[in-house]
Nanobody, 119 residues
Framework: QVQLVESGGGSVQAGGSLRLSCAAS???????AGWFRQAPGKEREEVAV???????TYTDSVKGRFSISRGNAKSTMYLQMNNLKDEDTAMYYC??????????????WGKGTLVTISS
């Protein structure tokens, strides 16, 4: 059974930083994983994903501010978020695919961790 557990969310002032972590169990090998977010009243959006070769892709609004990475065993994943803005306020979800490519969506989801930015 695959489990993804996020941590590291919280409340921070605009311009600050947070680091989200995702602990994965029940999944191994080469797979795509990433971070998604959903703000109140908005649809869920992809924030950053990394494929089986650890090649990252970022949505335009976070480029240059966010960085996705994985631990050596690929059982952990991180999202370093710098220069946070009000519009980054959302529930952040860790997700993983059974595939090595990120082209076919995600199969597994965590329950989310809340990030709140105050100005």
């Amino acid at each position: 059974q695959v489990q993804l557990v996020e941590s590291g969310g919280g409340s921070v002032q605009a311009g600050g930083s947070l680091r989200l972590s995702c602990a994965a169990s029940g999944i191994s090998g080469q797979y795509c994983a990433g971070w998604f977010r959903q703000a109140p009243g908005k649809e869920r959006e992809e924030v950053a994903v990394v494929d089986a070769f650890d090649r990252p892709t970022y949505t335009d609004s976070v480029k240059g501010r966010f960085s996705i990475s994985r631990g050596n065993a690929k059982s952990t994943m991180y999202l370093q978020m710098n220069n946070l803005k009000d519009e980054d306020t959302a529930m952040y979800y860790c997700a993983a695919s059974r595939m090595g490519t990120c082209d076919y969506g995600m199969d597994y989801w965590g329950k989310g961790t809340l990030v709140t930015i105050s100005s």
